[in-house]
């Protein structure tokens, strides 16, 4: 274990956390398991987050107090005794007021400090030398307070526990002193002292004996005894029990002794013979005036001639309201000391409620202290108020000594208690500001795990955004994820700096737990730094992989382009001189925007993109770099072919038809199958053929090599187009989706907007929306990421919808609902809600037109299968593009019979018992029927009823169709139920055609 040494002087002190409590108390430690900490900015001798103890010693030879010590009295005086002189010569409530003053150079003498770690468990408690300083002081003054109410209580007796006995006034203390300040105790005429039980005359004598402070006390009593009425008996009796009894020291008994002549004679030869029984100093006084000779007569009471007033039971009030006051005074002390000693000695806890809890504990029993302090302090002051009564109603009034000593032994509680209020008040600062800082390092060090945790999880996060992405499309998604990340990172990094600068401030106030505070916010600001540079860096990334990306994107267009230019250049134009000098300055100034479009060499990207190159990047940069050499290389053969038709000709030139075997036979070469403008793409595509004399004649075999690889490009390219085109209106459908959801259908749930939703559309959401946020959630997290899979190869797209055709399934669902949502829309179309709605997203069309999108897709998906299946016939994927767009127009189809089904009224069976519907359609229906034996065509035969027919595997209906008024959906068509066929033998023969 390590062991720290302190020097001090000459001194050096070795200390063991081993050391017992016993070893501690003889070797001068103190104050057990407090840990001492100076709280000095930039200390290393009390690193947060260990336990740690602190000891209080002094040089050997010199007594230190200890714990138990300090919880009681705090003996910093080593073996004196405090007594009264000592308290007479420093009272905190004397001289200048400061009170209680703590020697500096004892407190550096006394004080030294060594630190190490606990090794038992639990908390710890943390203690400045400031706090040390008040809570010597502090405890100091419960110290004196409880020293003077020792010797207030040091009396076996209180008043108020013997008022009977001495409310029968058969001895009392008249406040009188003799000539050397002893005090006087007056027996006065008392008939039926013989009465008096030995008990009760015992306690009245102790309890006076105690009156008198020690320094009257040890100069002895005198007694004045009056017996003027009595007899010599009761003289002897009263001064036998004294001798035999009195408690106190005893200096001078003055008996005024019998005055009948008879009992007067008695006592003279009496005392004569009894004297040496007494043990005492007897005077036996025939009158007043010899008893004046003895005692000053402003020391005796009017009785006994003198000029003293003296109120018996005003005396026993005061004195049992001043043993009171005394008693709650003492409480009250130990009550603090108790306190503060527990403020002291309290363990800082590790966690923000319970801190707070002991605080606001803490707290409460501060107040309720101050509170028993300002009770003791306003008793202590009507007291002092009835003492000073007299003297207030008469201002020549002269106190008696005991009024004196009364008044001086309140006046000096006060001002102790009033100190002493003063010193808990300084320490309780001090406490508090430790607690206060303890609480805020608690929420510091909480605030400090979360946003450690915080910025653990995002650096993490950012370290998924490593990927370029395999399109344009998908780095500019990862980008815009990115983006939205970024706002929560900024507010992670807001939190650290606000928790770095919180850390900071409490640095600058001093705090006591520096050494742990320091660290965590270098720690804190350190990881924002590395978050932000990875963000930033991130950033940089993707930037940089999105702008090769969009690089790539172009140089593909621009070869696409020039394809197709070299396509679209007619044959029969490029015959002529201004024809072919036309086509030639075409394709020149297409070649002049190649160095805004085409890459440059492979070397110059890999050097300017070598951080985001990976070989994903590196082949779709070979292969854009193999199309633009192929392009150019076609660039070149159709500039030298153009260059030579451009020449000057000595005669026309007549074109040639290509032989028949020329050619290879496909289906996009028969003109079933060719539109217009595919048919003159394929004439283009033709090399011209001359005759070899005229030197335009090329070899057969190059020029069919060429037109098909020409027309394979082309196709390719339309392929790309219209590729291009799906996943651009499928990323905007499903920004529209989000759009519909967050901007109307969120809002709805709105409790700051509900006051705008009318009454029919309140709990409608469903009602309105149909199922959107499922096909949202399926477009969003499945189907657009497949569909850039096929970024590549267009061609095989059609697996892609063969995959998910059961869930786009869930667009019958939404058609199904669309009436009603139709429905419903029009009767609150114009509330407030949807107008605000609308304004807030900056909508140019109404949600009505954005409820229509769903309808709108799934539809446009079998157009652009179709222009997929066009330009790809002698493809790979030509069979799933021709499956996909069955299928698609299947659901269709399904949507649509479902549609009209959902239309029929009068029906009384379940629909779905008749099995799947086969077709429907409308039909003109004639009806024969049979009378009697003989049939009668009825006359209304040549009049055939128009009739919609639903076909299903176990039944055939027959319906009217009725066209409804109304916008939108209420213009759908509803068909009445007139007449069902079961699929089977016929019962009526019906002729339909």
């Not at 057969?700 to 037109?707: I, T, V």
């Amino acid at each position: 274990m390590e062991q720290v040494v302190k020097k001090t002087g000459e001194q050096e002190v070795e200390w063991c956390s081993r050391m017992g409590a016993e070893e501690r108390t003889h070797s001068g430690f103190a104050v057990d398991n407090i840990e001492f900490a100076e709280g000095r900015s930039g200390s290393n001798l009390c690193p947060e987050g260990e336990e740690l103890d602190w000891f209080l010693v002094t040089e050997a030879g010199d007594p230190a107090f200890t714990g138990d010590q300090l919880r009681s009295q705090s003996q910093w005086d080593g073996e004196k005794k405090v007594n009264s002189e000592e308290n007479e010569e420093a009272e905190p409530g004397d001289g200048d007021g400061d009170g209680v003053e703590v020697d500096e150079r004892e407190m550096q003498r006394a004080l030294d400090v060594c630190l190490w770690p606990i090794e038992r468990s639990g908390g710890h408690v943390r203690i400045s030398l400031e706090e040390v300083q008040t809570y010597y002081r502090f405890s100091r003054c419960c110290h004196w307070l409880c020293d003077e109410i020792m010797q207030l209580d040091s009396a076996p007796l209180c008043a108020a526990d013997i008022a009977p006995e001495l409310r029968r006034q058969f001895a009392f203390l008249s406040g009188g002193r003799g000539d050397n300040g002893s005090p006087i105790i007056v027996f006065p005429e008392f008939p039926t002292f013989g009465e008096i039980t030995d008990r009760e005359f015992h306690n009245v004598l102790t309890y006076l004996t105690s009156v008198p402070s020690l320094s009257s006390t040890d100069v002895g009593f005198i007694l004045v005894i009056d017996r003027r009425q009595d007899r010599w008996a009761a003289v002897k009796g009263t001064l036998l029990r004294i001798a035999g009894s009195f408690p106190g020291n005893l200096q001078l008994v003055l008996v005024l002794r019998p005055t009948t002549l008879l009992q007067r004679t008695l006592s003279d030869i009496f005392f004569k013979f009894n004297k040496d029984e007494f043990k005492m100093k007897v005077i036996m006084l025939s009158s007043i005036t010899e008893l004046h000779s003895y005692l000053d007569r402003t020391q005796l009471t009017q009785e006994l001639g003198g000029t003293q007033e003296y109120c018996h039971d005003k005396w026993i009030s005061h004195r049992t309201a001043i043993e009171g006051f005394a008693l709650m005074v003492k409480k009250t002390a130990q009550t603090l000391q108790s306190f503060g000693t527990e403020l002291a000695e309290t363990e800082l806890p590790s966690e923000v409620q319970a801190t707070t809890v002991l605080l606001r504990t803490h707290t409460d029993n501060k107040d309720q202290m101050k509170e028993n302090l300002l009770v003791a302090l306003g008793q202590g002051s009507r007291l002092l108020e009835s003492i000073n009564e007299p003297v207030v109603r008469d201002p020549d009034h002269n106190m008696n000594q005991d009024e004196l000593e009364n008044l001086a032994t309140v006046q000096r509680l006060l001002s102790q208690l009033d100190e002493t209020e003063r010193a808990f008040d300084e320490f309780w600062v001090r406490h508090q500001t430790k607690l206060e800082q303890c609480l805020q390092l608690r929420h510091f060090e909480h605030n400090y795990t979360e946003v450690r945790t915080l910025l653990e999880q995002v650096s993490e996060k950012l370290m998924t955004f490593s990927e370029v992405g395999i399109s344009p499309a998908h780095a500019d998604h990862i980008f815009s994820e990115l983006t939205t990340y970024e706002e929560r990172v900024n507010e992670v990094l807001d939190r650290a700096v606000s928790l770095a600068q919180e850390g900071e401030d409490l640095l600058q106030k001093s705090h006591y737990a520096q050494d742990s505070i320091q660290p965590k916010c270098t720690e804190i600001s350190t990881i924002s730094e590395d978050v932000r540079a990875s963000l930033k860096a991130r950033r940089e990334h993707l930037l940089k992989a999105i702008e090769l990306h969009h690089a790539l994107e172009r140089a593909s267009k621009w070869v696409d382009d020039g394809i197709y230019l070299l396509a679209s250049q007619p044959v029969d134009k490029c015959l002529s001189h201004e024809g072919a000098e036309l086509a030639l300055q075409e394709l020149e100034g297409y070649l002049n925007n190649a160095d805004q479009n085409q890459l440059s060499d492979p070397g110059t990207i890999g050097t300017e993109y070598e951080l985001v190159l990976n070989q994903q990047f590196r082949d779709q940069v070979d292969k854009v770099f193999r199309k633009q050499l192929s392009m150019q290389d076609m660039f070149d053969k159709r500039r030298v072919s153009l260059k030579k038709l451009a020449a000057k000709q000595t005669r026309p030139v007549q074109p040639v038809a290509p032989r028949p075997e020329a050619f290879i036979k496909s289906p996009l070469s028969s003109p079933v199958h060719k539109t217009p403008q595919e048919k003159n793409t394929s004439e283009t595509h033709s090399e011209i053929s001359c005759d070899k004399e005229n030197g335009q004649l090329q070899d057969g075999d190059h020029n069919r090599h060429a037109s098909l690889s020409e027309e394979e490009e082309n196709l390719a390219v339309l392929r790309r187009h219209v590729m291009n085109e799906l996943l651009e209106t499928e990323r905007a459908y499903v920004e529209e989706l989000l759009c519909v959801l967050q901007g109307y259908a969120s809002e709805m749930d709105n409790p700051a907007v509900l006051h705008l939703i009318p009454a029919p559309l309140q709990n409608k959401k469903e009602v309105l929306f149909g199922n959107m946020p499922e096909i949202y959630d399926f477009h969003k997290r499945t189907f657009l990421r497949e569909l850039e899979q096929y970024t590549d190869c267009p061609e095989l797209v059609g697996r892609c919808f063969l995959q998910r055709m059961t869930d786009l399934q869930i667009y019958e669902k939404y058609c199904h609902n669309k009436p009603r949502s139709e429905s419903l829309w029009r009767q609150c179309s114009d509330c407030a809600f949807f107008q605000e709605c609308q304004k807030k997203l900056e909508h140019k069309l109404g949600l009505d037109s954005y409820l229509l999108k769903p309808v709108q897709r799934i539809t446009k998906y079998q157009l652009l299968l179709k222009e997929m299946l066009k330009y790809s016939k002698t493809c790979e994927g030509a069979d799933d593009l021709q499956e996909a767009l069955t299928s698609i127009l299947g659901i269709l189809k399904a949507v649509n019979d479902s549609m009209h089904l959902i239309a029929i009224t009068g029906y009384e069976g379940n629909l779905s018992e008749l099995g799947k519907l086969l077709m429907q359609g409308s039909f003109s229906v004639w009806t024969e029927h049979k009378k009697g034996h003989a049939k009668v065509k009825d006359l209304a035969r040549f009049k055939p009823m128009q009739r919609h027919l639903f076909l299903h595997e176990k039944a055939l209906l027959f319906c009217k169709r009725r066209e409804e008024n109304g916008e939108g959906y209420e213009k759908a068509p509803s068909y009445s139920f007139k007449h069902s066929l079961s699929v089977g033998p016929p019962q009526s023969r019906m002729k339909a055609s």
